[in-house]
């Protein structure tokens, strides 16, 4: 792992739940970390799918760090206008040297407007 590959600036968010009586669902989410990564997106023609009936364009990527204590799976990354979940991973790179995970983006397919 070089640091000259990780390019791209990503927060790392955790969910903060609400936890009133009608606040399901409606939880918010704070900054855990701000770190230097590598992002790499799959094939478009791979990441679209159908799902439950919708049309949905998933953009799946490989995100590569260094090694963080206390990442974990119901975190997000946020990468400018970017949200992205994570789908696998955490998982160790070396001895505590890195960590790699698989997120995707989700977005209807299609025109929005």
Same mark, same amino acid.
């Given at each position: 792992?070089? /640091?000259? @590959?990780?390019?791209? %600036?990503? %927060?790392?968010? %955790?969910?903060?739940?609400? @936890?009133?009586?009608?606040?399901?669902?409606?939880? #918010?989410?704070?900054?855990? !970390?701000? !770190?230097? /990564? &590598? !992002? &790499?997106?799959?094939?478009?023609?791979?990441?679209?799918?159908?799902?439950?009936?919708? @049309?949905? /364009?998933?953009?799946?990527?490989?995100?590569?760090?260094?090694?963080?204590?206390?990442?974990?799976?119901?975190?997000?990354?946020?990468?400018?206008? %970017? $949200?992205? &979940? $994570?789908?696998?991973?955490?998982? #160790?790179?070396?001895?505590?040297?890195?960590?790699?995970? !698989?997120?995707?983006?989700?977005?209807?397919?299609? @025109?929005?407007?």
């Amino acid at each position: 792992m070089k /640091a000259s @590959n990780f390019d791209r %600036r990503i %927060r790392i968010e %955790r969910p903060i739940p609400d @936890n009133s009586f009608d606040g399901a669902g409606s939880g #918010e989410w704070e900054l855990f !970390v701000e !770190v230097f /990564a &590598q !992002v &790499q997106d799959a094939l478009p023609s791979r990441s679209e799918r159908l799902g439950e009936g919708i @049309n949905l /364009a998933a953009r799946p990527s490989r995100v590569r760090m260094w090694y963080i204590d206390g990442v974990t799976p119901d975190m997000r990354f946020v990468m400018g206008d %970017r $949200i992205m &979940q $994570i789908v696998a991973g955490p998982a #160790e790179v070396g001895r505590r040297e890195g960590l790699e995970f !698989v997120v995707e983006e989700y977005r209807p397919a299609g @025109n929005p407007a």
